[in-house]
């Protein structure tokens, strides 16, 4: 069975930075496209992040580019998302998923099969 935890969320100030890790158990996560979203309180699940499954090809929301990094460590069956230069719009609930399929949007969470709880990102001075 599929499990993904996610970790590293936490208050950081404006311009902070944060690195959020999703660890999986029962899949390898290189054979795997994996997509990191958030949702902020009220509004809809969002991609932010995803990197397709052994080619390692990132794709980034815009309001994210420049400032996220996705990343996989195989051999720890990780895949992390390194965020600088925070805001306070980047506050939300991220969650990582993962999906075995081919899919059109890699930003699309309705694409994605197991989905972790989520870690909580805070963005206030």
């Known amino acids: 069975q599929v499990q993904l935890v996610e970790s590293g969320g936490g208050l950081v100030q404006p311009g902070g930075s944060l690195r959020l890790s999703c660890a999986a158990s029962g899949v390898s996560l290189h054979t795997l496209t994996v997509g990191w979203f958030r949702q902020a309180s009220g509004k809809e699940r969002v991609g932010v992040a995803s990197?397709?499954?052994?080619?390692?090809?990132?794709t980034y929301a815009d309001s994210v580019k420049g400032r996220f990094t996705i990343s996989r460590d195989n051999l720890a069956n990780t895949v992390s998302l390194a965020m600088v230069s925070l805001r306070p719009e980047d506050a939300a609930i991220y969650s990582c998923?993962?999906?075995?399929?081919?899919?059109?949007?890699?930003?699309?969470?309705?694409?994605?099969?197991?989905w972790g709880h989520g870690t909580p990102v805070t963005v206030s001075s």
């Open positions: 998923s993962t999906t075995s399929w081919s899919i059109m949007d890699p930003l699309n969470p309705t694409e994605y099969d197991h």
């Open positions: 990197l397709s499954s052994y080619e390692d090809i990132p």
